[in-house]
């Protein structure tokens, strides 16, 4: 039982490239979550879904993606990266009923 | 809406001292509560929550919190801190619907030998 998974852990992107973070969660969850921490900010909310197939904006969507075609994973979309996205963007999920969620290990994306 | 403070950014202790991460929040609805912890280069784990019943909760490692109505506060105790316990503890809400947290800015305790 893996949790939650991010892939990559790391990454560098230059101004305008794009690129998808893939979370996974093998606990049957429904509800799945886009985070970014930045220093001194705590974890604001990017995108949810409360099942598969649907989305929706969090507290700050502006230029990110999101699609959840299957229960088990959540991708996160940058069209276009702006060194603004420069982050550690975190992925939780948690079961229906439930208040508690689990949270990957990160992701650290550097946009220069 | 619903937010939360956490009024120290900063704490810094010795190793054994009592400690006490401060955190308030606001809701205009039933409050659901919770603390997580984040180790150095780590994801964010449980530490303790708060959603109905006596209002002092006790979490792992020692940890405990009071829920506070009348002051709309959260406090996260721990009588003798250790090394390990060096992190950044962040204090969360959820209310009305229960799907999504209100996270505070972190709080970075260090615990110094």
């Known amino acids: 039982n893996a949790g939650v998974t991010q892939t990559p852990k790391f990454r560098v992107l230059k101004t305008g490239q794009s690129m998808t973070l893939l979370c996974a969660q093998d606990?049957?969850?429904?509800?799945m979550y886009w985070y970014r921490q930045d220093p001194g900010m705590g974890l604001r909310l990017i995108h949810y879904s409360v099942g598969e197939g649907t989305t929706a904006k969090g507290e700050v969507p502006d230029g990110y993606n999101v699609s959840r075609l299957k229960k088990q994973n959540f991708l996160l979309g940058l069209e276009s990266a702006a060194p603004s996205q420069t982050s550690v963007y975190f992925c939780?999920?948690?079961?229906?009923?439930?208040?508690?969620?689990?949270f990957g290990p990160g992701t650290r994306l550097t946009v220069t | 809406a619903q937010s939360v403070t956490q009024l120290d950014s900063q704490v810094p202790v010795f190793e054994e001292a009592p400690v006490e991460l401060r955190c308030n929040y606001s809701s205009s609805v039933s409050v659901y509560l919770f603390w997580y912890v984040q180790y150095p280069n780590q994801g964010l784990q449980l530490l303790l929550k708060?959603?109905?019943?006596?209002?002092l909760v006790k979490g792992i490692n020692g940890f405990e919190a009071e829920f506070n109505k009348s002051q709309t506060s959260f406090h996260l105790r721990k009588p003798s801190v250790h090394i390990s316990d060096t992190a950044e503890y962040f204090c969360a809400v959820s209310g009305g619907s229960n799907y999504k947290l209100t996270f505070g800015k972190g709080t970075l305790l260090t615990v110094n030998p």
């Open positions: 708060y959603l109905s019943g006596s209002t």
């Open positions: 939780a999920s948690k079961q229906g009923g439930n208040y508690e969620q689990y």
């Open positions: 606990m049957n969850h429904e509800y």
